[in-house]
């Protein structure tokens, strides 16, 4: 597969989708944006909204709710890399945690394309506070796995 890094238009376009069909759900309410990129080095800037549901017993961002935050990142730029025919779930995650965040404030998220085959696709992402978006709080790494038709 040529390098090919869908268009911002398009992702935002996508999210903008996935927020309206899985409103009510963890991932409809985090209401993911596309803030901004870059596509010809297949970088995407994300914001995201976590709410206080989303702690641990500490009153931080609970592990799982990051996680939570960027495989639905890395996931709507894996699904916008093909046509409507096919879907990307996540086949391989990896989370380091480097800061805490605290639940209940925006997040921005990059993304990144590492490379992608015809069924693999390698993104990796970073979270950072928008408070502070010098400090990496989170980094990650996905393989989604592209199915439907070739």
Known sequence: ?????PSLEFIRNRVAWVNQ??????CGNLQMELIDGNENRGEYL????T???MRNV???LHGGSAAIVVD???GSVANSMFSEDGHAPTSQLSLNFHRPMTA???LLVWVRIVNASRRLIHLTSEIYRQAAPDKLCVSAS??????GKE
């Open 58 to 60: 500490i009153h931080t």
């Open 51 to 53: 709410t206080e549901e």
């Open 21 to 26: 069909a899985a409103a009510g759900t963890v």
């Open 142 to 147: 996905a393989i989604f796995f592209r199915t």
């Open 1 to 5: 597969m040529e390098n090919y890094y």
């Open 46 to 49: 994300f914001l995201c909204h």
């Open 104 to 106: 209940g404030e925006d």
């Open 72 to 74: 639905q990142a890395m």
